[in-house]
Structures are given as C-alpha cells and as structure tokens.
C-alpha cells in the first residue's frame, strides 16, 4: 500500500514537471496509452499481433479488426464484454484455429483489464 502511494505521488510529481497534469480531456487515449504498455510487458505480443506490433510467434489470433468483430462473436455479449471474458478467462471462447488451452491466465486489476481493453478495441 506504502509502495503504491510512493508510486501516485512520484507519478502526480512527474506530471507537474512535464506540464502534463494528473486529469486528461482524453481518458480513453490515456487507458489504451496504458493498455498497449500492458499488451507489451504481459507478454501478449509473443503470441498476438496488432496494428502497431508484430508477434514473436503467432501463436494465437490476430487482434486487428477486432473492434469490428468481437460484438458478434458470442451472442448477447458486447464488444467490450466478450474481450474482458476473453482477457479474464481465455478457455470461455475460442477462435478456430487456435489452441483451446494455449493463452494463459494473467492475474490482472479490474482497471489493468479496461485499459487493455480499451487498447485492443481502439485499434
């Protein structure tokens, strides 16, 4: 907790000097800026590629054009639905194609999944 508080107040810090300031009029830029650094560092571009990234190997599908259909994918589920289920539990769905049980779980905050949501459904 002490760590995390270190963390906002070297980060509100940081945005006074560069003039960036803590409030954003584009939040939703700012969560798929966070997002994508989350696409990087979790590993999900080892096995999926993007419109800004290219896997290492792709292992799983490709996540470009997935805003266009991730909304018809599973009946009653909307875009934003079916990939936080997809992110949170990866064996719910399945691409054809792909391995039932080859993405792993990653143990994420409720805010880490809408910013990467947020990523993979602005691109």
Do not use: N, W
């Not at 508080?5 to 810090?13: I, S």
């Not at 266009?68 to 936080?84: H, K, M, N, Q």
């Amino acid at each position: 907790m002490r760590i995390e508080y270190l963390r906002l107040g070297l980060t509100a810090a940081l945005a006074v000097v560069l003039g960036l300031g803590l409030m954003t009029d584009r939040p939703t830029e700012q969560k798929a800026s966070s997002g994508h650094l989350l696409f990087l560092s979790t590993g999900c571009i080892g096995c999926h590629r993007t419109e800004d990234t290219s896997p290492t190997a792709e292992i799983g599908p490709s996540l470009i054009g997935l805003a266009d259909r991730a909304g018809s994918r599973v009946p009653g589920l909307l875009a934003v639905e079916y990939v936080t289920q997809s992110i949170r539990q990866p064996q719910s769905f399945t691409v054809p194609g792909y391995g039932f049980d080859t993405m792993p779980t990653f143990d994420l905050t409720d805010a880490e999944v809408d910013s990467l949501v947020e990523y993979l459904l602005a691109g």
